[in-house]
């Protein structure tokens, strides 16, 4: 019953100084082995009963997908054509770094059927870009998105805010510059630390200061504004886009449909299972080897799990949920997802709205999300 597909791909230019996924790997792969292992990860997944509907949208993924191969990507489009079939508009969307090296890609890519391209950005500043770890400078990430918008007829970009010592009048002005850029789609993070990573390192030693949460949401309302003003609502707490021009493919996993993950790494979740590949790629390799596909583990999930997931994940967008929609589908009631009192408690405050059998969380609202998800969300649904 999946409509989409996530392509995940191991391989990068350089290790990212604020990931944590440790096999990404310089040296050159054996494509003729990937190619194989892929595929048949793919059929794997197509017998899984996984190939009812025809596709919606696929992703590449991972260390730096803009670098395959586009013979290595059309055959797996062909592939995944052949085993689902594509839905008329399918969106082919794949990441890619604003490096030189991967812009003079862009044209081949196209060709091979990719149809829009999310761009890593990160900033439009050059220090910033050193300080993230990035490999390439803002000129070139400039050029990268013209190019793209020769080559695509979709562009999104990435960007990070709420950096160390960020005022609201640079992200404003950083922010205007990359709006005047023309994509319809920008996908705009505020800086995390994750654990066992350089940054969370830096932090310990004192080397920066996290940005505060108060000041953050300072940020986070400047955003807002601008991309409101510009035609770029969010519809998503981190995503905006011109109407039409959301991610297919995210919206896939934030309304809580099915989805296909193949290649190391790589999640998927299909009727009612919960799929994970092996991370490293060797041992990902060896798995295809011995078995015939990258599974590391299948799980099948509790129809209360689903409906928390889903209830969790749908609460990021600007449409809400259909709580008794959501209810009727995993058989549970409204009363064992959510806190009725806190949910009135929250509306009343104005951080969560109630329209009819939807509910979601306001613009005011979600700067706190987080904190909101575990008010609100029972975390274990109860028994009525």
Not at 280 to 299: M, S, V
Not at 352 to 364: F, L, N
Request: glycine share 8%; with cysteine; proline share 5%.
């Amino acid at each position: 019953m999946a409509r989409a597909l996530y392509i995940h791909w191991p391989f990068c230019l350089a290790k990212c100084p604020y990931c944590d996924f440790n096999s990404h790997i310089r040296a050159s792969a054996d494509m003729a082995a990937w190619e194989a292992a892929l595929l048949a990860d793919m059929r794997h997944e197509a017998t899984s009963g996984a190939a009812e509907e025809k596709l919606a949208s696929i992703f590449f993924g991972g260390g730096t997908p803009s670098l395959m191969p586009p013979a290595l990507v059309e055959r797996l489009l062909a592939e995944a054509e052949q085993l689902w079939g594509f839905e008329p508009g399918i969106e082919i969307t794949l990441e890619a770094n604003p490096s030189s090296v991967e812009a003079a890609n862009f044209a081949v890519l196209a060709g091979a059927g990719v149809n829009r391209v999310s761009l890593g950005v990160q900033s439009l500043r050059d220090e910033v870009l050193r300080f993230l770890g990035r490999l390439h400078g803002a000129d070139e990430a400039l050029k990268a998105v013209e190019t793209a918008h020769k080559w695509f007829n979709r562009v999104s970009i990435d960007l990070i805010y709420a950096r160390p010592g960020q005022t609201e009048s640079e992200w404003a002005a950083e922010l205007g510059e990359a709006l005047a850029l023309g994509t319809g789609h920008m996908s705009l993070y505020q800086l995390t630390i994750e654990p066992a990573t350089r940054f969370a390192t830096d932090v310990r030693r004192g080397v920066f200061e996290p940005l505060d949460d108060d000041h953050a949401a300072d940020l986070f309302a400047v955003t807002r504004t601008m991309t409101d003003g510009a035609g770029l609502p969010a519809y998503e707490i981190s995503n905006h886009a011109r109407p039409g021009e959301e991610s297919r493919h995210n919206l896939t996993y934030w309304r809580y449909q099915d989805y296909v993950g193949i290649g190391p790494g790589a999640h998927g979740r299909r009727a009612g299972i919960a799929t994970v590949r092996h991370k490293k790629p060797e041992n990902f390799l060896a798995a295809i080897e011995a078995q015939g596909h990258g599974i590391a583990e299948a799980r099948e999930l509790d129809p209360r799990e689903k409906a928390s997931e889903a209830l969790l994940m749908g609460l990021r967008l600007a449409e809400g949920v259909d709580l008794a929609a959501l209810a009727r589908r995993f058989d549970v009631t409204p009363a064992q997802l959510l806190d009725d009192a806190k949910l009135a408690l929250y509306r009343d405050l104005g951080l969560a709205w109630e329209a009819e059998e939807r509910i979601g969380v306001t613009p005011q609202g979600m700067p706190l999300l987080d904190a909101l998800l575990g008010e609100l969300v029972r975390e274990e649904l109860v028994t009525p």
